[in-house]
């Protein structure tokens, strides 16, 4: 997970939507729609082609070949829409990164939890932030558009006791 966004300087606590800062998740939904695609495209290519063979022998194959590929096709392009993402927090007040999901009616569910004493790592590229946790496992990666906010997250991370 991770995020781009710009965050509010005037708040003590930051928040965004999680997505990859490399946008490895986009390239690999833009496969998944051009394969499902494809998929239901040879589908009806097997009732369209010129010279098709309509035989009882074949039609059966046919049938069973054609629905196989319009479901995986349809799974393939219905699972590359971008996901509902959950929302990063990064409160300075607290010293603690949140990742929420939003539920109906303004409620919002606390997926991860972790204070700036207990992440194992925190990396630092630029404006860009990496977040691991205590296990090594990655958690977010952030990037900050104003220098305000990324001094007062730098400040806050380092009196936590974070080597950035």
Do not use: Y
Request: with cysteine.
């Amino acid at each position: 997970m991770g995020a781009v966004t710009n965050f509010s300087a005037d708040s003590l606590q930051f928040s965004a939507q999680a997505g990859m800062v490399d946008g490895s998740r986009a390239v690999v939904r833009s496969v998944q729609r051009l394969l499902g695609a494809a998929l239901v495209l040879a589908a009806s290519g097997l009732w369209l082609t010129p010279g098709s063979n309509f035989g009882s022998d074949v039609m059966l194959l046919k049938v069973g070949l054609s629905a196989v590929s319009v479901m995986l096709g349809a799974s393939l392009l219905l699972s590359g829409q971008k996901p509902a993402l959950p929302e990063i927090q990064i409160d300075t007040l607290r010293r603690e990164l949140r990742l929420v999901r939003p539920r109906t009616m303004g409620a919002q569910r606390v997926l991860q939890r972790c204070s700036f004493g207990d992440l194992g790592r925190v990396e630092r590229v630029g404006r860009n932030f990496h977040f691991w946790d205590g296990r090594g496992n990655f958690i977010v990666d952030v990037h900050i558009a104003e220098r305000r906010v990324v001094d007062n997250l730098t400040f806050s991370l380092r009196d936590s006791g974070q080597a950035i």
